[in-house]
């Protein structure tokens, strides 16, 4: 519209602003996780995914997301008699979105069905589900991520696998075995050390003879426990045979409340629909899984499996941030036409698309590699490296995309009443939990140092895409040459890892994604003088056509 006739009518009157993102299929509206599910196996889910990309982008689940979020979870320690009762208590909105999520398999899907590429199928689909509300994904990780610590103890895993792997959500807290459904989570964390789980004081004592399967009561804290209405937890704690790890139920099974007490929630920057706890354990009953000692080896199996959701959510978050970014961007009106006409605009729009469109191949082909691992020993290698490689990318750059998505919807982005305000309060945590950006370097390099399988495994997927653009070409001839000097790894392991991330995206791009995009990946990230900033990409670049594919469309 244009400025003359804005000016005509009155104050009253809201013109020029940009209809809600709502009432729009997910799954429809998004090609690159479209064909993401198709290429990396998953084909047989898209009727599921569609349906499921239908319900998720209704007005009333995004809605849900924004009241879960609006009105965050209280803390009950005690009932009016002072009997402690370490309570969490949730706004409806927040049940209704773990109702959809388990209703769909989010919490499960690669451990209920024989499919091939039922990894992938779920990473689609929570990632969908992701970009509602971060915070509700994180019982929904943790519970899909237990199984295979679980099955550590194969009498546990009977007990416990059929209420965990339930589509039924059953919020009551009562004893598991009272429940239709049971949510799952893990604390680790003390003040001391977090990274550094070595360091944890929780003790635990047995009851009997002691041993794997046998029950302990132990005494010590958790500074971080998310999640902790979840009805049992993972947790590490010292035995003298060294730190071990314990399945520890909220309820104890004559029925009675374990010795679980949650001392407050945390007061958080964001994912504020989630409740973090700080806890005590004063004997509180556990079990012991896996080997006396080999706490961190047995916990690792979850921990690996959490983050690959950390990696996908990351990309999630883009995706929700970009779409908000271009719908606005194509509704919105300055200087006489629609923002995402002026070429500066274009610029940095397509350079967000780009780097959402990386994220999500790479999130698909992630999960690929978790459904290949157990009877491919290189997906395996390729999996362990490339997870913590795409952790720590994904989740970095996730942080400077949303921050200039916002900014493409200028002052509404930076309102509470939007979405992007809550995704940049949200966003940092992908990067920061389940091992810090650091962390997950140094995992780059353990994996390297401890299993050459792991860097062949990297290069051979890099390789496979050469010989179809010479700027990529140069790029792995590059990252080959780095990799030969181990002279000072650690000082440089970021730098190196998001080599490797860039390689990896763009072996991806130029393989599968249209020329318009894979080039200028290319052109912006593998060659020449790499910017910092979006909207940055060289003159030339086809702009609508990046754009245009990313574009939700409501109409
Ligand atoms: C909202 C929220 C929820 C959480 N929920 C849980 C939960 O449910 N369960 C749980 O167990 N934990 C949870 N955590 C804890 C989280 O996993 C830890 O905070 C994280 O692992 C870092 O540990 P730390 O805070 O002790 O920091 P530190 O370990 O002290 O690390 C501080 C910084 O130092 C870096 N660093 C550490 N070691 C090295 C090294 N060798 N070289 C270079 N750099 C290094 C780290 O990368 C980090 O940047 C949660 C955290 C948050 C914020």
Redesign the pocket.
Known sequence: MKTDELARRGPQEVLNQSPVLEDYNLLEQDAPLREGLTREGAEWAMPMAGEFGEMVGKAENLEHGRLANAHPPTLHTHDRFGNRVDEVRFHPAWHELLKLGIAYGNHAMPWTTDQPGAHVARAAMSMMRHQLDEGSSCPLTMTFASIPTLRALPSLAEEWEPRILSTEYDSRFVPAYLKRGVLI?????ERQ????VRSNTTRAAPIGRGGPGSEYSITGH?W????PMCDAFFVLAQTPGGLSCFFMPRFKPDGSLNRFHIQRL?D?LG?RSNA?SEVEFHGAYGLMVGDIGEGVRTIIEMVRHTRLDCAFGSAATMRRAVAEATHHAHHRFAFDRSLSSHPLMKNVLADLCLESEAATALSLRLARSFDESPNDPQQASFCRIATAIGKYWMGKRAISVVAEALECLGGNGYVEEGPLARLYRDVP?NS????????QC?DVLRSLNKDPAAGNALLTEIRNAMGSNPMYDRFVEFLEKELQSSEDLEPRARRVVEWMALALQGSLLVQHAPNPVADAFCASRLAGDQAFGFGTLPPGTDFDAIIERARPKLD
């Open positions: 989570g893990m604390a680790m964390t050390g977090g990274s550094d958790k971080f426990c998310s999640a945390k958080k994912n973090s945590l920061l939990w389940e091992g810090s950006g650091n962390i140094l």
